[in-house]
Protein backbone atom coordinates (compact mmCIF):
# COMPACT_ATOMS: atom_id res chain seq x y z
CA UNK A 1 0.00 0.00 0.00
CA UNK A 2 1.48 3.49 -0.97
CA UNK A 3 2.13 5.80 1.98
CA UNK A 4 3.32 9.72 1.71
CA UNK A 5 6.06 10.24 2.72
CA UNK A 6 6.40 12.59 6.42
CA UNK A 7 8.14 15.79 5.48
CA UNK A 8 9.51 15.35 8.81
CA UNK A 9 11.28 11.66 9.02
CA UNK A 10 14.31 11.28 8.49
CA UNK A 11 14.09 7.53 6.50
CA UNK A 12 11.23 8.45 4.69
CA UNK A 13 13.36 11.77 3.03
CA UNK A 14 16.37 9.51 1.99
CA UNK A 15 14.14 7.37 0.22
CA UNK A 16 12.29 10.34 -1.36
CA UNK A 17 15.81 12.01 -2.11
CA UNK A 18 16.74 8.80 -4.17
CA UNK A 19 13.39 8.50 -6.27
CA UNK A 20 13.48 11.95 -6.90
CA UNK A 21 17.15 11.61 -7.95
CA UNK A 22 16.28 9.73 -10.70
CA UNK A 23 13.38 11.53 -12.26
CA UNK A 24 14.57 14.73 -11.91
CA UNK A 25 17.65 14.65 -13.76
CA UNK A 26 16.66 15.53 -17.14
CA UNK A 27 16.55 19.23 -16.18
CA UNK A 28 19.61 19.49 -14.11
CA UNK A 29 22.67 20.73 -15.35
CA UNK A 30 22.53 20.26 -19.29
CA UNK A 31 20.98 21.97 -21.83
CA UNK A 32 17.25 21.86 -22.02
CA UNK A 33 16.84 22.54 -25.80
CA UNK A 34 18.91 21.75 -28.77
CA UNK A 35 21.54 24.37 -30.26
CA UNK A 36 20.55 26.75 -32.62
CA UNK A 37 21.65 24.72 -35.61
CA UNK A 38 18.61 22.06 -34.01
CA UNK A 39 15.97 24.55 -33.80
CA UNK A 40 13.25 24.90 -36.12
CA UNK A 41 12.22 27.94 -36.81
CA UNK A 42 8.54 28.81 -36.89
CA UNK A 43 6.49 29.13 -39.92
CA UNK A 44 6.22 31.92 -42.14
CA UNK A 45 3.66 34.24 -41.14
CA UNK A 46 2.41 37.73 -42.59
CA UNK A 47 1.57 39.02 -39.67
CA UNK A 48 3.33 39.94 -36.47
CA UNK A 49 3.69 36.85 -33.97
CA UNK A 50 2.16 37.42 -30.68
CA UNK A 51 3.53 39.32 -27.93
CA UNK A 52 3.21 36.25 -25.57
CA UNK A 53 2.07 32.78 -26.18
CA UNK A 54 0.35 30.85 -22.76
CA UNK A 55 1.17 27.27 -22.76
CA UNK A 56 -1.96 25.47 -20.53
CA UNK A 57 -1.52 22.24 -19.07
CA UNK A 58 -5.21 20.85 -18.03
CA UNK A 59 -3.22 17.17 -17.30
CA UNK A 60 -1.51 18.93 -14.32
CA UNK A 61 -3.43 21.59 -14.31
CA UNK A 62 -0.20 24.59 -14.39
CA UNK A 63 -0.01 27.23 -17.10
CA UNK A 64 3.01 29.80 -18.23
CA UNK A 65 3.30 32.28 -20.60
CA UNK A 66 6.77 32.73 -23.19
CA UNK A 67 7.89 35.08 -25.48
CA UNK A 68 5.66 34.89 -29.10
CA UNK A 69 8.62 34.98 -31.21
CA UNK A 70 10.04 31.64 -28.82
CA UNK A 71 9.73 28.04 -30.58
CA UNK A 72 7.77 25.14 -28.90
CA UNK A 73 9.38 22.08 -29.13
CA UNK A 74 8.27 18.57 -28.34
CA UNK A 75 9.97 17.68 -24.78
CA UNK A 76 11.81 14.11 -24.67
CA UNK A 77 10.13 13.63 -20.92
CA UNK A 78 6.40 13.04 -20.69
CA UNK A 79 6.87 14.60 -17.44
CA UNK A 80 7.80 17.73 -19.13
CA UNK A 81 5.16 20.14 -20.05
CA UNK A 82 6.37 22.19 -22.38
CA UNK A 83 9.71 23.56 -23.57
CA UNK A 84 10.56 26.52 -25.72
CA UNK A 85 12.97 28.77 -26.72
CA UNK A 86 14.38 31.45 -28.62
CA UNK A 87 15.04 30.74 -32.47
CA UNK A 88 18.77 31.81 -31.56
CA UNK A 89 19.22 29.24 -28.85
CA UNK A 90 20.01 32.11 -26.32
CA UNK A 91 16.99 31.93 -24.05
CA UNK A 92 14.81 28.97 -23.06
CA UNK A 93 12.11 27.96 -21.03
CA UNK A 94 11.55 24.43 -19.29
CA UNK A 95 8.44 23.27 -16.95
CA UNK A 96 8.29 19.78 -15.27
CA UNK A 97 5.48 18.75 -13.00
CA UNK A 98 6.24 15.06 -11.19
CA UNK A 99 4.61 13.41 -8.11
CA UNK A 100 7.03 14.10 -5.38
CA UNK A 101 4.94 11.43 -2.26
CA UNK A 102 5.58 14.75 -0.04
CA UNK A 103 2.81 15.47 2.46
CA UNK A 104 1.97 19.23 1.51
CA UNK A 105 4.87 21.47 1.74
CA UNK A 106 3.70 25.39 3.51
CA UNK A 107 6.38 28.39 4.11
CA UNK A 108 6.52 27.00 7.48
CA UNK A 109 7.76 23.40 6.24
CA UNK A 110 9.66 24.99 3.15
CA UNK A 111 13.25 24.37 5.33
CA UNK A 112 12.62 20.60 5.79
CA UNK A 113 12.71 20.46 2.05
CA UNK A 114 15.85 22.57 1.38
CA UNK A 115 18.52 19.66 1.54
CA UNK A 116 16.71 17.75 -0.57
CA UNK A 117 16.53 20.61 -3.52
CA UNK A 118 20.12 21.19 -2.29
CA UNK A 119 21.20 17.55 -3.10
CA UNK A 120 19.31 16.87 -6.34
CA UNK A 121 21.29 19.97 -7.76
CA UNK A 122 24.68 18.77 -6.45
CA UNK A 123 24.38 15.16 -7.69
CA UNK A 124 25.52 16.70 -11.86
CA UNK A 125 29.10 17.43 -11.32
CA UNK A 126 28.51 20.18 -14.68
CA UNK A 127 26.66 22.94 -12.69
CA UNK A 128 29.67 25.13 -10.84
CA UNK A 129 29.17 26.69 -7.36
CA UNK A 130 25.56 26.44 -5.80
CA UNK A 131 24.61 29.61 -4.36
CA UNK A 132 22.19 29.95 -1.40
CA UNK A 133 18.78 29.47 -3.03
CA UNK A 134 16.12 32.07 -2.39
CA UNK A 135 12.41 31.08 -0.83
CA UNK A 136 9.82 32.19 -3.10
CA UNK A 137 5.98 32.45 -3.13
CA UNK A 138 4.86 31.23 -6.97
CA UNK A 139 0.93 32.28 -7.52
CA UNK A 140 1.13 30.49 -4.05
CA UNK A 141 3.00 27.69 -3.88
CA UNK A 142 6.53 27.73 -1.62
CA UNK A 143 9.37 26.35 -3.22
CA UNK A 144 13.30 27.47 -3.78
CA UNK A 145 14.73 29.62 -6.70
CA UNK A 146 18.48 28.51 -7.75
CA UNK A 147 20.38 30.61 -10.10
CA UNK A 148 23.47 28.47 -11.61
CA UNK A 149 26.04 28.02 -13.96
CA UNK A 150 26.69 25.00 -15.38
CA UNK A 151 29.26 23.65 -18.47
CA UNK A 152 27.61 22.40 -21.92
CA UNK A 153 28.55 19.53 -24.04
CA UNK A 154 30.75 21.48 -26.02
CA UNK A 155 32.69 22.93 -23.13
CA UNK A 156 31.05 26.23 -22.76
CA UNK A 157 29.01 27.56 -20.07
CA UNK A 158 25.38 28.26 -19.60
CA UNK A 159 23.18 29.38 -16.72
CA UNK A 160 20.20 28.58 -15.26
CA UNK A 161 17.45 30.19 -12.94
CA UNK A 162 15.93 26.73 -11.40
CA UNK A 163 12.43 27.08 -9.74
CA UNK A 164 11.45 24.06 -7.20
CA UNK A 165 7.72 24.68 -6.33
CA UNK A 166 5.90 22.18 -4.23
CA UNK A 167 1.75 22.15 -4.95
CA UNK A 168 0.13 19.03 -3.09
CA UNK A 169 1.97 15.92 -3.74
CA UNK A 170 3.93 17.00 -7.02
CA UNK A 171 7.03 18.53 -7.68
CA UNK A 172 7.22 21.67 -10.63
CA UNK A 173 10.56 22.44 -12.04
CA UNK A 174 10.74 25.73 -13.95
CA UNK A 175 14.03 26.03 -15.34
CA UNK A 176 14.97 29.28 -17.24
CA UNK A 177 18.41 28.76 -19.77
CA UNK A 178 20.74 31.68 -20.93
CA UNK A 179 23.45 30.42 -23.23
CA UNK A 180 26.18 31.68 -23.23
CA UNK A 181 26.14 32.54 -19.22
CA UNK A 182 26.98 35.77 -20.05
CA UNK A 183 23.82 36.24 -21.46
CA UNK A 184 21.88 35.81 -18.46
CA UNK A 185 21.88 39.97 -16.98
CA UNK A 186 20.65 40.59 -20.37
CA UNK A 187 17.35 37.95 -20.43
CA UNK A 188 17.05 38.77 -16.74
CA UNK A 189 13.63 40.32 -17.28
CA UNK A 190 12.24 38.35 -19.99
CA UNK A 191 12.87 35.53 -17.40
CA UNK A 192 11.51 37.74 -14.56
CA UNK A 193 8.67 38.35 -16.60
CA UNK A 194 8.08 34.76 -17.97
CA UNK A 195 8.74 33.13 -13.87
CA UNK A 196 6.03 35.98 -12.95
CA UNK A 197 3.07 34.29 -15.47
CA UNK A 198 3.21 31.20 -13.88
CA UNK A 199 -0.05 30.01 -12.58
CA UNK A 200 -0.77 27.09 -10.62
CA UNK A 201 -4.37 26.35 -12.37
CA UNK A 202 -4.80 26.10 -16.23
CA UNK A 203 -7.90 27.60 -16.43
Known sequence: MNRKWLVGGVAAFLALAAVLSLVVGGVIGRSIVPS????QPPAAETSEPPRSVRFK??????????????VRRMPEDQAVRVVAGSPDGAAAVSVSVRKSDLETVTPGTLAIVRPLTDDLLRE???IGTLPEPEAVISDGLPGYRYTYTYRDDDGGQGAHIHYFLFKADRLIQIVLQAVPATKLAELQPTFDEVAGSF????G
Open 199 to 202: RKGA
Open 124 to 126: DDR
Open 36 to 39: PAET
Open 57 to 70: DTLTDVSIEYPGTW
